[in-house]
């Protein structure tokens, strides 16, 4: 075993920019880019000078290397266990956890313009706010290689295609009830919660889908639950529940609940919720 090596410099990064995506809660930050996403986000640099002309001939790349960092997550864990996959821990470094000694991540993404400080980008995995370390080139000849192995996630995934997707249906209250927080409120979870449940809808613990007392399941989204039945590959979709209980809700010294006004105001609505 090697030793570790004496008086190791610190390395510090800062920041060169951060994400403008629109995505407020890692819940709605997909686990990779949808590249069929109609969906533009931006990357504001900082007004460093020499960054505006660090940009320069950047135009004319399709797509780019984000480097980024997980500023929402503050420990690692050496086995995980990802949302989509054998259903047991993993080696840390053998996934793409958020969960990293040194919360790194890496994303490529399309780009299609620059002005200025500003990049408009398409579709990305990143929170809003997430701060950009890096921007590098994406070169097909150098970062593309379709026929490498890719261990236990191409076993799951040969699997997955096998199983084929579920079809997910929304019952009308939870169609209404999910209009209600979407148009008042502003809350939208529908989509990254019909894109996991076409996937796979089976009980899972990074998923945060887990079996209901009675029957049935739910799905954690964000400060949301989506309530659902699975029948022969059919996923209903019946009701949509806040995840903070009332007591959290009227606590005004839990300063962190998300959608606090919103659930608040559901429950005045659908009070058996």
Known sequence: MSKKPENIPALVCQPIGFIRSGKHLKHAARHQPDEAAEERNHIELLPVPGYQEALHDLVGFDRVWLVWWFHLNTRWRSKILPPFGPGKRLGLFSTRSPHRPNPIGITPVRLYGVKKFTLEIGPCDLVDGTPILDIKPYLPSYDSFPESATGWWGDYAKEEAERGPCAVKIAPLATEQLAWLEDKWKVEF??????????????????????????????????WRAVFDCVDSVVTVTAVEPAFPPVFLRDTQRTRVPDREAQIAFLLKWPKA
Not at 193 to 212: A, F, G, Q, W
Not at 214 to 220: R, V
């Open 190 to 223: 529908k989509g990254r919660m019909v894109e996991i449940l076409t996937r796979d809808p089976r009980p899972h613990r990074t998923r945060r889908i887990r079996n209901r007392r009675g029957g049935g399941f739910d799905i954690a989204c964000g400060a």
